[in-house]
């Protein structure tokens, strides 16, 4: 490898680049958080070379990225499953439930939070606000899809979704 | 300035001065942990809560600016109110495990809780557990006692310049930690135990060994680099087993190197000289001193007779004492020898007889801070003198503009204006390019000698910064005092000062570099000097704490002299199997802390300082050694009954600075047409191996800059040789060595880096010059 | 999609076709840019247009109801470098507006950000959108390219000599980005741990330079108010509480979602308006700002008006305007301890007193819920609490005390219960069945 950037394939790094041109020449570091995204889009999960080579490529301290990755959630810094469940539990949520949306799928996959189910398909995370109240229960798809309103019909169809 | 009263009592304070500023002035103590006044503000620790008139909350007196007429109350019910709540979160999932807690007696913590803490706990639930670290040979983690102040994290990233330790994890959870796997580095690193106000950072050579009660503690100075950081040295039974700063805002501040900090372990080395050697028949014998000294002077005579006193060389190590150094010098003069020096890796002593004083900072280690422009030429600064280093990065973040010529761009940790990497041989050539430039900038006429030359863009980078306004400095490193040029570096400098109308000096290498001058452990007239008295060899040498095979510019050339020669009489703290190689008598004399003496740094400050502890089993100090030395020979003027008599006598009195500082020499014709065929070499010394108590450091030893010298080249010269990081490469001087090759982007083509001052690269010999590299 | 229903509409006009009405086409048709185009023609002076948003008394969105136009005017002129940035980190609990702003109308607060910057001087801006929303985040993104497209962003905007670029950045997983200087650590690139205040943002922002924070709704608001006047916007709604604010009602009602109604308007009226109560079961309690707002029973919230003023009267804050409607179904000790869970999961670990009292609160509530309470464990939540409020640098350690004291202060017989019979007062079977997930009947 020439650089410690290299394990990112070009197509990231594009996408990397889009992001740092928001923000002033100066000011890279601004773009961690989506690189950080973007590398765990591609990679599955955050490394600690992974992690390492979103540093180096903007130019900051190992240990900086560590500290976001490690500060922000929806960051994976363990492998997951194919399809990340997380599901909102927080009060509004369990008033609609939410903790129950959890339970059930807790029996379903046979896995209890942070776990991954044995054929690596399904990992579960409990989930804090998601900002959508009004759709309870909700949980997100590997991060970036939210499913509304799941009630265990619901939640039967998205299982049956995910292949 | 704003009129504020804390506690009833009324005060004048700065515009933006903070409260606890403010109290400080006053004298009332305000209790903490995050803040630090070397620190940027965290304000996360939440102890220093205190209740400012109209504010409906206690304020952070950290953070909080005072205002005209504002009243503090430091210790009204809502400040202690505040204070207590936060001590009583700051415990619940502390350890409480002092009795076993290196801190112990000297935390801050625990101090504090006796004054706002309960007796006893209120919290009941699971106490937290966090998983130590490995930071590497020094720091030692315990981080269930981690209060989460960030002090360490904010010191790695400010003061040290990279930030090597975070806050990962949030809430409860927050932890800190190098990067996964990493351990921390920095040549600064031990500050970190200083800084960190519980027992989670601890010294690792230290832990266990003692109480902070059990130790007898002295002021001290340090003996490494030129700055002479003040030190206060721990004792127990006789034996340094601690070493701290003693703040001194205008050298050390309140900061330590690793190496000033760890090398009292080689204090405590196996290598240490216990008793006078003498060798007889190929046989080294420990014997009394009555009969070593009696050798040694019957040595030295003979010599002296026989061949004259010119046949004596006498190499002196510029990290001896200011005492030791005058007398060494005297007693070789008196012996009739003129060949003295204490600049043992110089190569270019052309400047000799031309220079009009002592060659020096040429301005005060605190105006290092002031300068506002400054060009750093030929120096391993972050490594040579760390915290210069650290006071230029500070200034670089104020604002000031520092550009670098070298001949090696190894990160600095500083932000830099401007840099031009050539190799040794073209930085005459570009420094000049750098005067002609700001000659233009400025409307000076420049040294005709300059007419020809073409200014690079580089050069031109550099001078448009230096000639851009505020105070400037150009400061010459040990690489350019080393230059096989170095004359012609100094007058170029000088030129380049006098042209911007600033500052110009030397970095001083060792703690004695400037006392070496004024002790007048130099040559004088027909005298040899280190490098002549090493090409060509002496009948007799006297070794004063050094190593010259490791210590000398040509370290192969001088353990050959050395060899050959008749008797070498050595006054060392230390033996090892190279000098039972050469020596005749072994002299066991006093390290720095075993001795009272005087180092001279690099602005010209006099300091002074008593021993630490008694001398090891019969070591004595050198300047006594010297002195009987003296007696036995018959040199007169060597009736010193103390050390302070020969420091009044070195010095003409008792000044706080040394006179005769003066940086002017008369130049001759520069020579700017050096060239070098084939691969020059960079040798720069490794901050561990500079001296031979850092040396024998274990800890230090096994840091990450203690590690084993590489051939070092740019991408294109590896490629032009076939090689790979990691290949084996055979690089020629006077004799060839194996190293592996290492990438190192950042040199010039042509050149090849080889550390100095290290047993796997003597062989090769000058520091300086032509060597050959070829695949292995 | 959450339902909408409406008393004066205006932030909320243009949802009314759902996802099919939120692009460039759409907003225009509505009379979307015509006040930034109206402003850029006239070389409005920003001082007016700083009057115009003040005598609107709109005050901040986000929570802690900053009037908005003195928050403008606080942007030092001469400045050369400032920033206008959006918050949507929209992740306090029981708050789900702004996601439906950026969902169904993105080009309002567009356009109040441009008329923000033009108001401040600032010639960039972020919108900092929840992590959680990602698809709102790229919606965002899309309705930025045709602002751009249509030359709404960018340098010299209409041929103005105005220029103004937005961009979106967004979270991933942190609530304590929400708070303002959290939130700007976080788009610099590092955690989202707030900064102490002074400095202020509008001396010391995004990358140290001048800034300006509003909430979206905020933001969404001025096209609006420049539309209809300063003052006729603030007689939508009271004095001190200018026009119309949407509130998110979650919980047990029939019609959770974002509900528009003028400040002022009854609690008991938007409680009708979101269909009532579910199952027709009785009101027990409600929190009536988003998470971090004291809960108010049954009794004390039927008595209140939606606005700043009437709600902090009854002892609590209006906050986000975000209603969580609970019902006698649910355990208030369980209801605590998921709450205390939360700000225990979200303290971002910097200051002492709340990274180390928000574990201490939940697991002593956590303690009580599992039949594990002590008779001196609601002193000790007091105590502990009094001991963090007021101490740190942001407001959480605040927000993590204000529930716990607040649902003991109100419902302290339903704890000493739990303490003292080691379960719930409210029967496990009744709460299963509260929560609506489960069909009647079913196990």
């Given at each position: 490898m020439n650089n410690q950037y290299d394990?990112?394939?070009?197509?990231?790094l594009?996408?990397?680049d889009?992001?740092v041109?928001?923000?002033p020449a100066d000011q890279k570091q601004?773009?961690?958080?989506?690189?950080?995204?973007?590398?765990?889009?591609?990679?599955?999960?955050?490394?600690?070379?992974?992690?390492a080579a979103v540093a180096a490529y903007l130019g900051m301290a190992p240990v900086a990225?560590?500290?976001?990755?490690?500060?922000?959630?929806?960051?994976?810094?363990?492998?997951?499953?194919?399809?990340?469940?997380?599901?909102?539990?927080?009060?509004?949520?369990?008033?609609?439930?939410?903790?129950?949306?959890?339970?059930?799928?807790?029996?379903?996959?046979?896995?209890?939070?942070?776990?991954?189910?044995?054929?690596?398909?399904?990992?579960?995370?409990?989930?804090?606000?998601?900002?959508?109240?009004?759709?309870?229960?909700?949980?997100?798809?590997?991060?970036?899809?939210?499913?509304?309103?799941?009630?265990?019909?619901?939640?039967?169809?998205?299982?049956?979704?995910?292949? | 300035?704003?009129?504020?009263?804390?506690?009833?009592?009324?005060?004048?304070?700065?515009?933006?001065?903070?409260?606890?500023?403010?109290?400080?002035?006053?004298?009332?103590?305000?209790?903490?942990?995050?803040?630090?006044?070397?620190?940027?503000?965290?304000?996360?620790?939440?102890?220093?809560?205190?209740?400012?008139?109209?504010?409906?909350?206690?304020?952070?007196?950290?953070?909080?600016?005072?205002?005209?007429?504002?009243?503090?109350?430091?210790?009204?019910?809502?400040?202690?109110?505040?204070?207590?709540?936060?001590?009583?979160?700051?415990?619940?999932?502390?350890?409480?495990?002092?009795?076993?807690?290196?801190?112990?007696?000297?935390?801050?913590?625990?101090?504090?809780?006796?004054?706002?803490?309960?007796?006893?706990?209120?919290?009941?639930?699971?106490?937290?557990?966090?998983?130590?670290?490995?930071?590497g040979?020094?720091?030692?983690?315990?981080?269930?006692?981690?209060?989460?102040?960030?002090?360490?994290?904010?010191f790695t990233a400010e003061i040290a310049g990279f930030m090597e330790?975070?806050?990962?994890?949030?809430?409860?959870?927050?932890?800190?930690?190098?990067f996964?796997?990493k351990t921390v580095d920095t040549e600064l690193s031990g500050n970190?135990?200083?800084?960190?106000?519980?027992?989670?950072?601890?010294?690792?050579?230290?832990?266990?060994?003692?109480?902070?009660?059990?130790?007898?503690?002295?002021?001290?100075?340090s003996p490494h680099d030129g700055l002479g950081s003040?030190?206060?040295?721990?004792?127990?039974?006789?034996?340094?087993?601690?070493?701290?700063?003693?703040?001194?805002?205008d050298i050390n501040e309140?900061w330590l190197t690793d190496k000033e900090?760890?090398s009292?372990?080689?204090?405590?080395?196996?290598?240490?000289?216990?008793?006078?050697?003498?060798?007889?028949?190929?046989?080294?014998?420990?014997?009394?001193?009555?009969?070593?000294?009696?050798?040694?002077?019957?040595?030295?005579?003979?010599?002296?007779?026989?061949?004259?006193?010119?046949?004596?060389g006498?190499l002196l190590s510029p990290h001896s004492?200011?005492?030791?150094?005058?007398?060494?010098?005297?007693?070789?003069?008196?012996?009739?020898?003129?060949n003295i020096d204490c600049r043992l890796r110089q190569s270019d002593f052309s400047a000799d007889g031309k220079r009009k004083g002592t060659p020096w900072l040429g301005m005060k280690i605190a105006d290092v801070s002031r300068l506002d422009r400054v060009l750093l030429v030929g120096s391993f600064l972050r490594k040579d003198q760390p915290l210069l280093a650290q006071r230029l990065r500070q200034s670089a973040k104020r604002g000031a503009q520092i550009s670098v010529l070298h001949s090696a761009d190894d990160d600095l940790l500083i932000k830099l204006t401007a840099r031009a990497i050539a190799s040794p041989s073209q930085l005459p050539a570009v420094l000049a390019q750098i005067v002609k430039a700001v000659c233009a900038l400025k409307g000076v006429t420049a040294d005709p000698a300059l007419a020809g030359l073409t200014v690079s863009a580089e050069a031109q980078a550099i001078a448009q910064s230096l000639a851009s306004g505020g105070t400037s400095g150009i400061l010459l490193g040990n690489f350019a005092q080393q230059h096989a040029q170095a004359a012609t570096l100094h007058s170029l400098g000088r030129q380049l000062a006098s042209a911007l109308g600033g500052g110009f000096g030397f970095l001083g290498e060792a703690a004695n570099s400037v006392g070496g001058y004024v002790?007048?452990a130099v040559p004088t007239?027909?005298g040899l000097n280190a490098a002549a008295m090493i090409q060509s060899?002496?009948?007799?040498?006297?070794?004063?704490?050094a190593e010259p095979e490791l210590d000398c510019a040509d370290g192969a050339k001088a353990l050959e002299s050395l060899?050959?020669?008749?008797?070498?009489?050595?006054?060392?703290?230390?033996?090892?199997?190279?000098?039972?190689?050469?020596?005749?008598?072994?002299?066991?004399?006093?390290?720095?802390?075993?001795?009272?003496?005087?180092f001279v740094n690099t602005e010209g400050r006099?300091?002074?300082?008593?021993?630490?502890?008694?001398?090891?089993?019969?070591?004595?100090?050198?300047?006594?050694?010297?002195?009987?030395?003296?007696?036995?020979?018959?040199?007169?003027?060597?009736?010193?009954?103390?050390?302070?008599?020969?420091?009044?006598?070195?010095?003409?009195?008792?000044?706080?600075?040394v006179?005769g500082l003066d940086n002017a020499i008369d130049s001759g014709a520069l020579n700017l047409t050096a060239s070098a065929t084939g691969f020059e070499r960079v040798a720069d010394v490794p901050i561990h191996f500079a001296d031979p108590l850092v040396r024998?450091a274990?800890?230090l030893q096994q840091a990450r800059d203690s590690a084993a010298p590489a051939a070092r080249m740019n991408a294109s010269m590896l490629a032009k040789l076939g090689l790979v990081e990691g290949g084996s490469v055979r690089v020629g001087g006077a004799a060839a060595v194996t190293l592996a090759a290492q990438l190192d982007t950042a040199l010039p083509d042509g050149v090849v880096r080889v550390a100095a001052a290290h047993s796997a690269t003597v062989a090769l010999g000058a520091m300086a010059g032509v060597v050959s590299v070829e695949k292995a | 999609?959450?339902?909408?229903?409406?008393?004066?509409?205006?932030?909320?006009?243009?949802?009314?076709?759902?996802?099919?009405?939120?692009?460039?086409?759409?907003?225009?048709?509505?009379?979307?840019?015509?006040?930034?185009?109206?402003?850029?023609?006239?070389?409005?002076?920003?001082?007016?247009?700083?009057?115009?948003?003040?005598?609107?008394?709109?005050?901040?969105?986000?929570?802690?109801?900053?009037?908005?136009?003195?928050?403008?005017?606080?942007?030092?002129?001469?400045?050369?470098?400032?920033?206008?940035?959006?918050?949507?980190?929209?992740?306090?609990?029981?708050?789900?507006?702004?996601?439906?702003?950026?969902?169904?109308?993105?080009?309002?607060?567009?356009?109040?950000?441009?008329?923000?910057?033009?108001?401040?001087?600032?010639?960039?801006?972020?919108?900092?959108?929840?992590?959680?929303?990602?698809?709102?985040?790229?919606?965002?993104?899309?309705?930025?390219?045709?602002?751009?497209?249509?030359?709404?962003?960018?340098?010299?905007?209409?041929?103005?000599?105005?220029?103004?670029?937005?961009?979106?950045?967004?979270?991933?997983?942190?609530?304590?980005?929400?708070?303002?200087?959290?939130?700007?650590?976080?788009?610099?690139?590092?955690?989202?741990?707030?900064?102490?205040?002074?400095?202020?943002?509008?001396?010391?922002?995004?990358?140290?330079?001048?800034?300006?924070?509003?909430?979206?709704?905020?933001?969404?608001?001025?096209?609006?108010?420049?539309?209809?006047?300063?003052?006729?916007?603030?007689?939508?709604?009271?004095?001190?509480?200018?026009?119309?604010?949407?509130?998110?009602?979650?919980?047990?009602?029939?019609?959770?979602?974002?509900?528009?109604?003028?400040?002022?308007?009854?609690?008991?009226?938007?409680?009708?308006?979101?269909?009532?109560?579910?199952?027709?079961?009785?009101?027990?309690?409600?929190?009536?700002?988003?998470?971090?707002?004291?809960?108010?029973?049954?009794?004390?919230?039927?008595?209140?008006?939606?606005?700043?003023?009437?709600?902090?009267?009854?002892?609590?804050?209006?906050?986000?305007?975000?209603?969580?409607?609970?019902?006698?179904?649910?355990?208030?000790?369980?209801?605590?301890?998921?709450?205390?869970?939360?700000?225990?999961?979200?303290?971002?670990?910097?200051?002492?007193?709340?990274?180390?009292?928000?574990?201490?609160?939940?697991?002593?509530?956590?303690?009580?819920?599992?039949?594990?309470?002590?008779?001196?464990?609601?002193?000790?939540?007091?105590?502990?609490?009094?001991?963090?409020?007021?101490?740190?640098?942001?407001?959480?350690?605040?927000?993590?005390?204000?529930?716990?004291?607040?649902?003991?202060?109100?419902?302290?017989?339903?704890?000493?219960?739990?303490?003292?019979?080691?379960?719930?007062?409210?029967?496990?079977?009744?709460?299963?069945?509260?929560?609506?997930?489960?069909?009647?009947?079913?196990?």
């Amino acid at each position: 490898m020439n650089n410690q950037y290299d394990m990112l394939s070009p197509e990231a790094l594009a996408k990397i680049d889009r992001e740092v041109a928001k923000y002033p020449a100066d000011q890279k570091q601004s773009a961690v958080m989506a690189a950080l995204v973007i590398a765990q889009d591609e990679k599955g999960w955050l490394s600690q070379e992974t992690i390492a080579a979103v540093a180096a490529y903007l130019g900051m301290a190992p240990v900086a990225a560590y500290e976001v990755a490690s500060f922000y959630n929806m960051y994976d810094l363990q492998p997951v499953g194919k399809y990340k469940l997380t599901v909102c539990t927080n009060l509004p949520c369990a008033l609609s439930g939410g903790v129950h949306a959890a339970d059930y799928v807790k029996e379903k996959l046979g896995i209890d939070f942070n776990e991954t189910t044995a054929d690596g398909k399904f990992t579960l995370k409990e989930g804090e606000c998601m900002g959508a109240c009004g759709d309870a229960p909700v949980m997100l798809v590997n991060n970036k899809r939210m499913c509304s309103f799941m009630l265990p019909e619901q939640i039967d169809k998205l299982l049956a979704e995910c292949k | 300035m704003v009129e504020i009263e804390i506690d009833g009592k009324t005060l004048q304070v700065a515009d933006g001065s903070t409260i606890i500023e403010a109290a400080h002035q006053l004298g009332v103590y305000i209790p903490h942990f995050c803040y630090h006044k070397k620190l940027s503000i965290a304000a996360n620790c939440r102890m220093c809560l205190v209740q400012v008139e109209k504010a409906p909350k206690p304020m952070p007196a950290c953070a909080t600016p005072v205002t005209n007429g504002m009243k503090v109350f430091t210790h009204s019910e809502l400040a202690v109110k505040a204070q207590k709540a936060v001590m009583e979160f700051l415990l619940i999932n502390h350890p409480l495990d002092c009795p076993i807690c290196d801190q112990g007696g000297e935390c801050q913590l625990q101090d504090l809780a006796v004054g706002y803490g309960e007796s006893a706990s209120k919290y009941e639930e699971e106490k937290r557990v966090v998983p130590d670290k490995n930071l590497g040979p020094l720091v030692s983690t315990d981080m269930t006692r981690c209060i989460n102040c960030t002090r360490c994290i904010r010191f790695t990233a400010e003061i040290a310049g990279f930030m090597e330790l975070g806050q990962a994890f949030r809430g409860e959870h927050a932890e800190v930690m190098p990067f996964i796997g990493k351990t921390v580095d920095t040549e600064l690193s031990g500050n970190l135990i200083d800084l960190c106000p519980v027992g989670a950072l601890t010294s690792k050579p230290f832990r266990f060994s003692a109480r902070t009660w059990e130790l007898s503690r002295r002021k001290s100075v340090s003996p490494h680099d030129g700055l002479g950081s003040n030190l206060i040295v721990q004792t127990k039974h006789d034996r340094v087993i601690r070493v701290l700063p003693l703040e001194n805002e205008d050298i050390n501040e309140c900061w330590l190197t690793d190496k000033e900090r760890f090398s009292y372990q080689g204090l405590n080395s196996a290598e240490r000289l216990t008793r006078p050697m003498v060798k007889q028949g190929g046989a080294w014998k420990e014997v009394d001193w009555n009969v070593a000294l009696d050798y040694a002077s019957h040595a030295l005579r003979d010599v002296a007779k026989t061949h004259g006193g010119g046949a004596i060389g006498g190499l002196l190590s510029p990290h001896s004492t200011l005492e030791e150094l005058y007398l060494a010098q005297k007693l070789l003069r008196g012996l009739g020898s003129e060949n003295i020096d204490c600049r043992l890796r110089q190569s270019d002593f052309s400047a000799d007889g031309k220079r009009k004083g002592t060659p020096w900072l040429g301005m005060k280690i605190a105006d290092v801070s002031r300068l506002d422009r400054v060009l750093l030429v030929g120096s391993f600064l972050r490594k040579d003198q760390p915290l210069l280093a650290q006071r230029l990065r500070q200034s670089a973040k104020r604002g000031a503009q520092i550009s670098v010529l070298h001949s090696a761009d190894d990160d600095l940790l500083i932000k830099l204006t401007a840099r031009a990497i050539a190799s040794p041989s073209q930085l005459p050539a570009v420094l000049a390019q750098i005067v002609k430039a700001v000659c233009a900038l400025k409307g000076v006429t420049a040294d005709p000698a300059l007419a020809g030359l073409t200014v690079s863009a580089e050069a031109q980078a550099i001078a448009q910064s230096l000639a851009s306004g505020g105070t400037s400095g150009i400061l010459l490193g040990n690489f350019a005092q080393q230059h096989a040029q170095a004359a012609t570096l100094h007058s170029l400098g000088r030129q380049l000062a006098s042209a911007l109308g600033g500052g110009f000096g030397f970095l001083g290498e060792a703690a004695n570099s400037v006392g070496g001058y004024v002790a007048k452990a130099v040559p004088t007239g027909a005298g040899l000097n280190a490098a002549a008295m090493i090409q060509s060899p002496r009948q007799a040498y006297v070794v004063l704490g050094a190593e010259p095979e490791l210590d000398c510019a040509d370290g192969a050339k001088a353990l050959e002299s050395l060899s050959k020669a008749a008797a070498v009489v050595v006054l060392t703290p230390f033996k090892s199997q190279t000098m039972l190689d050469y020596a005749a008598v072994l002299l066991p004399v006093s390290p720095f802390s075993e001795t009272s003496g005087t180092f001279v740094n690099t602005e010209g400050r006099v300091q002074s300082f008593y021993a630490a502890a008694k001398p090891l089993g019969e070591t004595r100090p050198a300047w006594k050694v010297l002195r009987v030395l003296g007696n036995l020979l018959g040199v007169t003027g060597f009736d010193f009954n103390s050390s302070e008599e020969v420091r009044t006598e070195a010095l003409g009195g008792q000044p706080e600075f040394v006179s005769g500082l003066d940086n002017a020499i008369d130049s001759g014709a520069l020579n700017l047409t050096a060239s070098a065929t084939g691969f020059e070499r960079v040798a720069d010394v490794p901050i561990h191996f500079a001296d031979p108590l850092v040396r024998r450091a274990p800890a230090l030893q096994q840091a990450r800059d203690s590690a084993a010298p590489a051939a070092r080249m740019n991408a294109s010269m590896l490629a032009k040789l076939g090689l790979v990081e990691g290949g084996s490469v055979r690089v020629g001087g006077a004799a060839a060595v194996t190293l592996a090759a290492q990438l190192d982007t950042a040199l010039p083509d042509g050149v090849v880096r080889v550390a100095a001052a290290h047993s796997a690269t003597v062989a090769l010999g000058a520091m300086a010059g032509v060597v050959s590299v070829e695949k292995a | 999609m959450a339902l909408i229903d409406t008393i004066n509409p205006l932030l909320t006009t243009g949802w009314s076709k759902g996802d099919a009405g939120w692009s460039l086409k759409d907003y225009e048709a509505r009379g979307g840019y015509a006040q930034l185009k109206r402003i850029l023609a006239s070389k409005m002076p920003q001082d007016d247009l700083i009057a115009e948003v003040k005598k609107s008394s709109l005050r901040g969105r986000g929570g802690a109801g900053f009037p908005t136009g003195l928050k403008w005017s606080f942007m030092p002129k001469a400045a050369p470098e400032k920033y206008v940035v959006c918050n949507t980190d929209e992740g306090e609990p029981g708050t789900f507006k702004d996601r439906d702003l950026l969902r169904f109308d993105p080009h309002s607060t567009i356009e109040g950000m441009i008329i923000a910057g033009y108001a401040v001087g600032a010639k960039r801006g972020y919108n900092y959108i929840h992590g959680e929303i990602f698809d709102i985040y790229q919606r965002f993104e899309e309705a930025l390219d045709q602002a751009r497209a249509a030359g709404y962003l960018g340098d010299n905007i209409l041929g103005s000599g105005f220029s103004f670029d937005l961009f979106a950045h967004h979270g991933w997983g942190a609530y304590i980005c929400g708070e303002e200087t959290g939130l700007l650590e976080s788009i610099e690139g590092k955690k989202g741990q707030p900064r102490y205040k002074p400095p202020f943002p509008a001396n010391f922002g995004l990358y140290g330079k001048p800034t300006t924070i509003n909430n979206t709704e905020t933001f969404a608001a001025i096209p609006f108010i420049l539309g209809m006047g300063g003052e006729a916007y603030l007689n939508l709604g009271k004095p001190n509480n200018g026009g119309t604010k949407l509130f998110s009602v979650s919980g047990h009602v029939n019609r959770p979602g974002n509900y528009e109604v003028p400040m002022g308007t009854p609690f008991a009226k938007l409680l009708e308006m979101a269909g009532g109560m579910r199952g027709g079961r009785k009101l027990k309690a409600v929190i009536p700002g988003g998470s971090s707002a004291p809960v108010l029973p049954a009794d004390i919230i039927m008595d209140c008006t939606m606005d700043y003023d009437s709600i902090a009267k009854a002892g609590s804050m209006l906050g986000s305007g975000a209603v969580i409607v609970m019902d006698e179904t649910v355990c208030m000790v369980k209801a605590l301890e998921r709450l205390a869970y939360f700000y225990f999961e979200e303290s971002c670990g910097q200051c002492t007193p709340c990274r180390e009292g928000s574990g201490w609160l939940y697991r002593v509530v956590h303690r009580i819920e599992h039949g594990e309470g002590r008779a001196d464990d609601l002193d000790l939540l007091n105590r502990v609490t009094d001991n963090m409020m007021g101490k740190t640098i942001c407001a959480l350690a605040d927000a993590a005390a204000f529930p716990v004291r607040s649902f003991i202060k109100h419902f302290q017989s339903e704890f000493e219960y739990h303490i003292e019979h080691k379960k719930c007062l409210v029967d496990p079977a009744v709460q299963r069945a509260g929560s609506g997930f489960f069909k009647a009947g079913a196990a």
